[in-house]
């Protein structure tokens, strides 16, 4: 049958179930109910635990969608007392039949084995053994499951069939024409058969009298099989259609069509995509009796259907037909799949959602839509993409459909709507294709553009640790230019505002030296662009309050970098403050100075001090690195030139020439302050009062300029006490007054900041 509306409901303002997250919490800490044997690899359930049908259903199904399901993990349902099955689906697993028989021996009501070809050879004794309860049995794309085998399946049991509670078959890809007759006449109860890509012998079925739904996609229709299907006459739904590869030519489509409908009386649904069944188009005239015995002529551009005009079909699948069919007007059915326009497009992704090939087509169709904003019901066509992500993973094709319509409907203002499960469904299912086909150039960038529509890196903390290996694969690869800058702009947005264990995590897998080798690439063809302003960016962030991280980036010849891009781009403004910012990182951090203390670094700091580059943002850095260094003291200054009482005079000079009130150029998306102790520490550096100096000043300018964001921070770290020294010391009068400005400034804040007080009115 057809996949139904509902399957792809977002459910996202629903609560998750307080069974899901036992379930969730199960999967990832198996141990607390489980003991698990080293030597065996096996799991087994601990004593006094018992696990209810719907909590072992749901844990076998969750574990599947994260791990890889294997024998030790079936073990777990050994003891069927206390534990109980009534579903067992299983995708794409290596299980054998000693796992199987594990499962099985609960003798579950649904079974679905695809593609688990270990076990293919034990189906004969597991079916006859355990297969007395199954209603539904899945058994489709088994790519070494043929005839013989699936002939030895059924042995006699005491004249008692195997399959006596069967209701719904699905077999896929089978020859069934040496199929034992017991078989057959086992399936007397049938009412779902899905005998899609079988090759031929249908007809042994013989007349299934149960029979309401058949599926019989991508056969070929010989007049022996169209005879057969005639015969099923309970038939509600029939689906003889064809995927676009596989186009099916009847001689005589309208006769064919004609002859199915007038034996299946019952038909309700019917699916002839990919034919040619729908005829030519020529319009039809029917009469049809009214109430009253008027006669009302009604058209049919569907001949073989013209006997339905006056009961219409609840569904006609028209996907891929001949001459356009599903573009017609006068069509007898009240859903219709097909590409025409959105109603039609939606109806084919629930009805062919099994399909992978067909369903890539499909999305094709519907990204069309998004593209030129023809979509109305949004949220039924979220579900459709983001179940056809999760389920077809490898298809690529599908992932990248599917990722291009996200893109559009996340940057979209709907995207306001999503609630925190729907969010963060989306970003994984991204994440999960962007692993599964990281060398796709086009993937790669449908996926990152999504992912740049959300909140960095609020949105994506769940994910962070899996979402950084990502994008440093990526920003390494050899993608396109546009496709790097996307891959290392998220980088850089997801250093910032992080502690500093993410920070750290940056650094541990290698972002310093992958953006290093960024840099170095551009450096070797003269090139500065945008990837290399982001590529020193993400590094001053990565580097922020991560002394680890500094040190990598000395320890990977950082310096020599930093050198020769202000050799070769001296005037990109963007660039010399990005890589200044970042220097001044590790001229925080008192272990690394020393290596920053030699002559040609320093008189490089000590040009820039003078530079009226980008306002004020680059002789500001250059005096924060100076700064830093000099507060070691005249000791710790080795090197012989500059001096430092020079270089001391010319910081005073630079902050006086300084406006307090300026608004800085500081991109502050990128790098938000989350400590000031490096600053209040040069404060506290008495012996040096030019630092002190460049740090009152930066502070007052900070907490002036931008009150909401550095007034708490200054109080939440003792600030306060520390400006009240220096104002009760003597002396220091410049550094005073801005010491006063940046406690007065606090104070206005947390007055402007506090709730007026409740009055209560006298009586």
Not at 77 to 87: E, N
Not at 219 to 235: F, P, R, S, V
Not at 315 to 338: E, K, M, V
Request: charged share 20%.
């Amino acid at each position: 049958m057809r996949v139904q509306a509902e399957s792809f409901h977002l459910n996202d303002s629903n609560p998750v179930s307080l069974a899901d997250k036992c379930v969730d919490v199960l999967v990832n800490n198996l141990r607390v109910i489980t003991y698990y044997n080293v030597a065996t690899r096996t799991y087994s359930l601990r004593r006094g635990i018992r696990l209810p049908a719907p909590v072992c259903d749901k844990l076998l199904e969750e574990y599947q969608n994260r791990f890889t399901l294997t024998d030790g993990f079936a073990n777990l349902f050994q003891d069927s007392k206390r534990t109980k099955l009534t579903i067992v689906k299983l995708r794409n697993t290596q299980i054998t039949h000693i796992g199987l028989e594990c499962l099985l021996a609960h003798k579950p009501l649904v079974v679905e084995l695809v593609e688990c070809n270990v076990i293919i050879y034990a189906l004969r004794n597991v079916i006859h053994k355990f297969g007395g309860n199954i209603v539904n049995l899945n058994i489709g794309q088994l790519s070494h499951l043929n005839s013989q085998t699936l002939a030895h399946m059924y042995i006699p049991n005491e004249n008692q069939t195997v399959f006596k509670n069967l209701r719904r078959l699905t077999m896929h890809y089978l020859n069934i024409d040496v199929m034992p007759s017991t078989l057959m006449t086992s399936l007397e109860n049938l009412t779902h058969l899905d005998l899609a890509h079988v090759a031929q012998g249908i007809s042994q079925f013989g007349h299934l009298r149960s029979l309401q739904s058949l599926v019989l996609h991508n056969i070929q229709y010989t007049e022996e099989n169209i005879t057969w299907i005639c015969q099923q006459q309970n038939l509600i739904h029939l689906d003889i259609s064809h995927d676009y590869t596989n186009f099916e030519s009847f001689l005589d489509p309208n006769k064919t069509l004609h002859m199915l409908v007038r034996h299946l009386k019952k038909l309700m649904s019917l699916d002839i995509s990919g034919s040619n069944l729908a005829g030519a188009g020529a319009g039809t005239a029917t009469i049809v009796e009214d109430g009253d015995s008027n006669q009302i002529v009604h058209t049919c551009d569907i001949p073989g259907l013209v006997t339905r005009v006056g009961l219409p079909l609840e569904f006609l699948g028209l996907y891929g037909t001949a001459n356009a069919a599903c573009r017609r007007h006068d069509i007898p059915a009240i859903i219709i799949s097909g590409d025409k326009d959105e109603a039609q497009i939606l109806a084919a992704a629930r009805a062919y959602f099994g399909r992978p090939t067909i369903m890539t087509r499909v999305l094709n169709d519907l990204y069309h839509l998004f593209r030129d904003e023809r979509v109305t019901n949004i949220q039924l066509a979220l579900g459709v993409v983001l179940k056809a992500m999760e389920t077809y993973l490898r298809v690529v094709h599908i992932q990248i459909s599917g990722s291009a319509i996200l893109f559009y409907i996340v940057k979209s203002d709907k995207r306001a709507l999503f609630g925190l499960r729907l969010k963060r469904r989306i970003i994984t299912i991204l994440l999960n294709a962007m692993e599964a086909h990281i060398r796709n150039e086009t993937l790669i960038r449908n996926a990152s553009l999504t992912l740049c529509q959300f909140k960095m890196p609020v949105d994506v903390l769940y994910e962070y640790e899996r979402i950084v290996q990502l994008l440093l694969i990526v920003s390494e690869t050899r993608h396109q230019w546009f496709v790097q800058r996307i891959a290392i702009y998220l980088l850089n947005a997801l250093a910032c505002q992080v502690e500093g264990r993410q920070k750290q995590f940056l650094g541990d897998k290698g972002a310093i030296s992958k953006m290093l080798h960024v840099i170095a690439e551009r450096l070797e063809r003269r090139v500065c662009d945008e990837v290399m302003e982001v590529a020193w960016s993400t590094m001053w962030n990565v580097t922020d309050e991560t002394p680890q991280n500094c040190q990598r980036f000395l320890d990977n010849r950082g310096m020599l970098f930093f050198r020769a891009c202000l050799k070769y781009f001296p005037d990109n403004v963007e660039l010399v403050r990005n890589m200044l910012g970042l220097i001044g990182n590790v001229a925080e951090v008192p272990f690394l100075r020393p290596q920053l203390m030699y002559t040609g670094l320093l008189t490089v700091f000590y040009d820039l001090l003078n530079s009226e580059s980008d306002g004020i943002e680059v002789s500001y850095n250059a005096a924060g690195v100076l700064a830093h260094l000099a507060s070691d003291g005249p000791a710790a200054w080795t090197a012989a030139s500059p001096s430092r009482d020079a270089v001391l005079k010319r910081i005073t000079s630079a902050v006086k020439r300084w406006n307090r009130k300026a608004e800085r150029n500081i991109n502050y998306r990128f790098l938000l302050r989350s400590s000031f102790q490096p600053i209040l520490t040069l404060l506290k550096t008495y012996h040096t009062p030019q630092c002190q100096h460049w740090a009152a000043w930066a502070l007052s300018n900070l907490t002036t300029v931008y009150p909401e964001k550095y007034c708490k921070l200054v109080e939440k770290e003792q600030g306060i006490e520390i400006l009240s020294e220096v104002i009760n010391r003597p002396g220091l009068y410049a550094i005073k007054e801005l010491a006063r400005n940046v406690i007065e400034n606090c104070v206005q804040f947390a007055a402007r900041a506090e709730p007026p007080a409740a009055e209560v009115q006298d009586n």
